[in-house]
C-alpha cells in the first residue's frame, strides 16, 4: 500500500512542479473564461436577455448561466494540455522510464489522470473566486457540492485527453487535433446558451449538443454549483470516464516515439 501511494504523491508532485514553473499556463487558463465572463457576456447578455432555466426556477443573467460553462472550459482545456504533456513525456522517454515501475500500468496512468485533475481543480476555484469579485456568487454551500462533480467531469475530460493522445504520433499533430476536438465540444454544447434557446433556432442542432458529451458535464456541474443533482447528467459522466479510461488504457503505447525514430 505505501508503494501505491507513493507513486500517487510522486507523480502528482512531479505535475505540480511542472504547472508551477509555467506560470503562464495558469495565466492562460484564466484569461479564456475571463474573457468570455467579462467581455463577451455583454453582448449575449443584450442578445439573450434574461431566461428561466434549470436549477435555478427563477430570473438569473447571463453572466451567472455561464459561468459553470466556462469553469468546464478550464477543465477541458486543463484536459487536452495535459494530454500534450503525455505527448511529450513519450516523445522524450520519460514515460518509458515511469513505466519501468512494478506497478501496473493502469494504475500509473490513472494517478497521471488524477494529478492532472487535481491541478484543474485549482485553476478552476481561482476563476470562481474571480467570478464572485465581479458579481456572479453562486451559493457558498454550492461551492463545496461542486467539488465532486468538477472533479467527476476533470478526470472524464483527462481521460479523453489521454485517450486522443494515444493516437498522436508526433507533438506537431497535437495542436491540430486538439482544436479539431475542443471547439466543437465546447461551442456545441450548453454551455454558453441553453438547449431551449438552441433548439428555437435549429432542432438539429439542438440534438447534437444534447448529445454532446460536454453539455452533461456542464449540467452536471451547473446544478451542483446550487446544491443540486442532476442524475442523468452523473450516470453519463460516470459512464464515459470509465469507457474513456478504459480504452485510453488499452490502447496506450509508449514505444510509439521510439518506433518511429527507428523506421
Known sequence: MTLYWECVRGIVLREWLRFVQQRSRFLSALVRPLLWLVVFAAGFRAALGIAI????????????YIV????CMILLFNG??????????REMGSMRVLLTSPLPRSFLLASKLLATALISLLQVYAFLAIAWVYGVQPPALGLLTALPALLLV???????????????RQLE???????FVIFPLFFLSSALYPLWKMREASEWLYWICAINPFTHAVELVRHALYARLEPTALVICIGLSALFSLLAVLSFNPQHAALRRSA
Open 53 to 64: 432555466i434549470e436549477p435555478y426556477d427563477t430570473y438569473i443573467t447571463y453572466e451567472t
Open 68 to 71: 459553470p460553462g466556462l469553469a
Open 80 to 89: 487536452m494540455q495535459g494530454s500534450l504533456s503525455m505527448v511529450y513525456d
Open 154 to 168: 476533470a478526470l472524464l475530460l483527462s481521460a479523453l485527453g489521454l485517450l486522443l493522445s494515444n493516437g498522436i
Open 173 to 179: 499533430n497535437f495542436a491540430g487535433v486538439m482544436n
